[in-house]
């Protein structure tokens, strides 16, 4: 059984840093892009980053472009989020999860494994 697990997010205030992480039990996971979403309270989950296999293409949401670096070392079979100035508005449980392509997209549908989600809070 495929799993992701994501790190524990946390509270940090408003301009603050978190790293998430999302482990996989995946053997073949530098064949995969991965992403992230997110989803706040009575929203839909949105797109936030992905990546292709090799690390070499990562796409933004413009919400949190200049802001969020998602990496990967597909060595630890992980993918990383870095989010630096954190605002209120980026509130929600972020989830990782496993595209079933090689190339990062943002479409929800094209991703097949989801991890449990992780709760950052920003507070003002």
């Known amino acids: 059984q495929l799993q992701l697990e994501e790190s524990v997010g946390g509270l940090v205030q408003a301009g603050g840093s978190l790293r998430l992480s999302c482990a996989t039990s995946i053997a073949t996971f530098s064949t995969y892009a991965m992403g992230w979403f997110r989803q706040a309270p009575g929203k839909e989950r949105e797109f936030v980053a992905a990546?292709?296999?090799?690390?070499?293409?990562?796409y933004y949401a413009d919400s949190v472009k200049g802001r969020f670096t998602m990496s990967r070392d597909n060595a630890k079979n992980t993918v990383y989020l870095q989010m630096n100035s954190l605002n209120f508005e980026d509130t929600a449980v972020y989830y990782c999860?496993?595209?079933?392509?090689?190339?990062?997209?943002?479409?929800?549908?094209?991703?097949?494994?989801w991890g449990q989600g992780t709760q950052v809070t920003v507070s003002s």
């Open positions: 999860a496993r595209s079933r392509l090689l190339r990062p997209t943002h479409f929800r549908g094209e991703y097949d494994y």
């Open positions: 990546i292709n296999w090799s690390g070499g293409a990562i």
